[in-house]
């Protein structure tokens, strides 16, 4: 069955700092693959995504990444955090069979200025 | 572009009552829409699937008599929880997605709580 994992809990920062959030998934045919972020307080907004084509996705607010198909990855990567992207991030694939998203259990990433 | 609303934001009830929240897409056409439940610092659990015009589809584990979903239009879909007990208090997320290649758009969920 398709897992996704996410292997960052909970990730201090300080601004300035550089991120990367792990993200791997199971399933090995054709996936699709998606980041949400969720600031505290607020609903869910899709980051960045990937269907297809170059594997190095540029995303909103400064956030990429990279689709490395022979890991099974899909690591967020951003150079420079701010103190505003202290939220809940999580990764997201389909289900190779059936008509829904799988979640990562989440990173919660604090930012501190 | 791409909005979707709940309602209510957040309802307090009493146990054994029944509650009804709305998920609406304000300026798209939804043909698949999404439930969701989220504990605190926790990832998002799928309750179901409802296509327009056709019934839901449950995850296993979720009493779908419980559970109540009704996706009557394409930018409407109600979910009502019946009889119900402080078990049941939580966050509960929609989401709605125009087309199946589409991405899934979400609402600001709603915060139930069970007395």
């Known amino acids: 069955a398709q897992s996704v994992s996410q292997h960052n809990h909970h990730v201090i920062l300080s601004e300035a700092a550089s991120l990367e959030l792990g993200c791997n998934y199971s399933?090995?045919?054709?996936?699709?693959l998606f980041w949400y972020v969720q600031y505290p307080g607020q609903h869910l907004q899709l980051l960045l995504k990937y269907f297809s084509g170059d594997p190095l996705v540029k995303g909103i607010k400064g956030f990429e990444a990279e689709f490395i198909k022979s890991k099974f990855s899909f690591n967020l990567r951003k150079p420079s955090v701010q103190w505003s992207d202290t939220a809940e991030y999580f990764c997201?694939?389909?289900?190779?069979?059936?008509?829904?998203?799988?979640f990562g259990t989440g990173t919660r990433l604090q930012v501190f200025p | 572009g791409a909005v979707v609303s709940q309602h209510p934001s957040w309802v307090i009830c009493k146990s054994g009552t029944s509650v009804k929240i709305e998920c609406r897409s304000l300026?798209?056409?939804?043909?698949?829409m999404f439930w969701y439940r989220q504990f605190p610092k926790q990832s998002l659990m799928l309750m179901a699937t409802?296509?327009?015009?056709?019934?839901?589809?449950?995850e296993q584990g979720v009493e779908k008599d419980k559970f109540l979903i009704n996706h009557a239009s394409l930018t409407l879909s109600t979910l009502t929880v019946t009889s119900a007990h402080p078990e049941d208090s939580s966050f509960y997320i929609c989401?709605?997605?125009?087309?199946?290649?589409?991405?899934?758009?979400f609402g600001p969920g709603t915060r139930l709580t069970v007395l």
């Open positions: 300026d798209f056409q939804a043909t698949t």
């Open positions: 409802s296509n327009e015009g056709s019934k839901a589809t449950y």
């Open positions: 989401s709605a997605r125009p087309s199946p290649r589409d991405t899934q758009y």
């Open positions: 997201a694939v389909p289900h190779p069979l059936f008509d829904k998203l799988i």
């Open positions: 399933y090995g045919g054709t996936v699709n």
